[in-house]
């Protein structure tokens, strides 16, 4: 796989029907790797180690309902409290972060109402902190570390 703009980790893979498949710690079983998955694991791992969130508080692939449409977010942070901290949209390393990319996280958070967002190919990756009242987004060099 592409080595990609994030830290390195240690990670467990199998082979299975012939394919590469890596250990999810939040999903708890094997997942086919693709290069999406790639950037998803790196940044699971970098929300654990490097941001300090709880795993008990991070979640992948899950569905949400968007405008009555079955959608899937890639990886949800909460808070304590059961809102929502970050949602983080992950891309293969070879699909630019596009203004589509941006809209499809801005529709999953109509409905989840983060605090941030945050989209990645693994090479680039963008940060935002929503503003509400003013209904703004205001782009972060990075998002902070997680505190209870």
């Known amino acids: 796989m592409i080595e990609l703009n ?6 467990r893979f199998k082979n ?3 394919k590469t498949a890596i250990f999810d ?3 708890k079983k094997f997942i086919f ?3 999406e998955e790639w950037v998803r694991q790196h940044i699971i791992h970098y929300l654990l180690e490097e941001k300090n969130i709880p795993r008990q508080l991070l ?3 899950k569905q949400v309902k968007v405008n009555g449409l079955t ?7 909460y808070k304590p409290d059961g809102k929502i901290h970050l949602i983080v949209e992950c891309k293969a390393p070879s699909v630019k972060i596009t203004q589509e990319t941006f809209d499809q996280i801005a529709r999953y ?4 109402k983060a605090d941030y967002l945050m989209v ?5 990756h963008y940060y935002c902190q929503l503003n509400y009242t003013e209904e703004k987004y205001i782009f972060l060099a990075d998002i902070p570390s997680y505190s209870l």
């Open 120 to 124: 990645s190919n693994g090479i680039q």
């Open 16 to 18: 299975s029907e012939n």
């Open 109 to 112: 958070n109509l409905a989840l």
């Open 6 to 11: 994030l830290p390195s980790y240690k990670f």
């Open 25 to 27: 710690v939040l999903r």
């Open 71 to 77: 959608k899937r977010y890639d990886i949800l942070a």
């Open 33 to 35: 790797l693709t290069p």
């Open 59 to 61: 979640n992948a692939e």
